[in-house]
């Protein structure tokens, strides 16, 4: 029979619009999570992070946000440009010191 | 600073043939992590070392697959004998102390025909 690939959720927007990337996490022991983009033929790249002690942390155009009562994580990419279409992983680190990846959500950039 | 290596960077075999796909992680770096990424089930942990050893070997799919840090600047993953279904991109990951990001490789695409 055919086989069902993951379907990748895709957010598309326009250039210079504001992104917020979702991502629900699974274990309420993980004290570490990280974003990532992986552009085709290449390796997640780290974006930023965030300690489970802290709820916001901004970077260069970017923002991520924590809520541990959900569960719940979230990118924010500021005036989106071309060069952010990617699709966007976030990765949460347990105690083990495993990093459990979600399935990603594809970014399309509107010109 | 080169980052992760891998190599090869595509590889094509045969099922029932021996792969061998090699990283080299960050120097300096004692954590290393193998990932296998499809369309069907996305980025999967196989395996990680510490200080050169097996920590966690739960995600290696069965027994055809290994992996070895015979020293803290290199890892082997190895599938033997290769299966169509094993074709994926397989990624390597360092990283280093103090809960820091995972650095990850450009990848190996392995496919078994």
């Known amino acids: 029979g055919e086989s069902v690939g993951l379907h990748l959720p895709t957010l598309s927007v326009q250039e210079g619009d504001n992104s917020i990337i979702n991502c629900a996490y699974s274990?309420?022991?993980?004290?570490?999570f990280i974003w990532y983009k992986q552009e085709s033929g290449k390796g997640p790249q780290f974006i930023i992070d965030?300690?489970?002690?802290?709820d916001k942390r901004q970077g260069q155009r970017v923002t991520v946000l924590l809520n541990k009562t959900v569960k719940h994580l979230s990118l924010q990419i500021a005036a989106t440009q071309p060069g952010d279409s990617a699709v966007y992983f976030c990765?949460?680190?347990?105690?083990?010191?495993?990093?459990?990846f979600g399935t990603g959500t594809r970014l399309k950039v509107l010109a | 600073d080169a980052g992760v290596i891998q190599s090869p960077r595509h590889e094509v075999t045969e099922m029932g043939q021996e792969v061998t796909l090699r990283c080299k992680p960050i120097?300096?770096?004692?954590?290393l992590f193998w990932y296998r990424q499809t369309m069907m089930r996305g980025l999967e942990l196989l395996i990680y070392?510490?200080?050169?050893?097996?920590?966690?070997d739960s995600g290696m799919p069965e027994d055809r697959f290994s992996a070895k840090m015979p020293n803290a600047s290199f890892s082997t993953l190895k599938i033997q004998p290769s299966e169509p279904r094993d074709s994926a991109v397989y990624f390597c990951?360092?990283?280093?102390?103090?809960?820091?990001?995972?650095?990850f490789g450009n990848g190996t695409r392995l496919t078994v025909t």
């Open positions: 990951a360092s990283r280093g102390e103090g809960g820091s990001p995972l650095h």
């Open positions: 274990n309420s022991a993980s004290d570490y």
């Open positions: 965030i300690r489970s002690n802290m």
């Open positions: 990765a949460e680190k347990m105690p083990s010191y495993k990093y459990i």
């Open positions: 120097s300096g770096h004692d954590y």
């Open positions: 070392f510490n200080n050169n050893v097996p920590i966690d």
